[in-house]
Nanobody
Framework: QVQLVESGGDLVQPGGSLRLSCAAS????????MSWYRQAPEKQRVLVAS???????NYADSVKGRFTISRDNAKNMVYLQMNSLKPEDTAVYYC???????????????WGQGTQVTVSS
């Protein structure tokens, strides 16, 4: 089975930093775009950042200049470096990826189960 597993969520003070990681595992043929989403309590899940296979990136306006998405194609991993964290960044952060498994060789979209980030003093 193909799955995504996030890690790195924690309680951090405003102005602090965290690095989230997401590992894709299973019988994978290729991974196309990878993304980070977040969902705050009683709010919609929103796109935070995305990165293509060739490392072209896009960011939500709310995190531009503070967050950096990156990937390691050899390790099937995507990262989100979060700096200058604010209380409004508090949310469950979800990894998302477009993945072609070995069987069937078709494009599927996958979600991780999320990791909690809490920014509070």
């Amino acid at each position: 089975q193909v799955q995504l597993v996030e890690s790195g969520g924690d309680l951090v003070q405003p102005g602090g930093s965290l690095r989230l990681s997401c590992a894709a595992s299973g019988s994978i043929f290729s991974i196309n775009a990878m993304s980070w989403y977040r969902q705050a309590p009683e709010k919609q899940r929103v796109l935070v950042a995305s990165i293509t296979r060739d490392s072209s990136t896009n960011y939500a306006d709310s995190v531009k200049g503070r967050f950096t998405i990156s990937r390691d194609n050899a390790k099937n991993m995507v990262y989100l470096q979060m700096n200058s964290l604010k209380p409004e960044d508090t949310a469950v952060y979800y990894c998302n990826a477009d993945i072609v498994p070995l069987v069937p060789r078709l494009l599927y979209n996958y979600w991780g189960q999320g990791t909690q980030v809490t920014v509070s003093s």
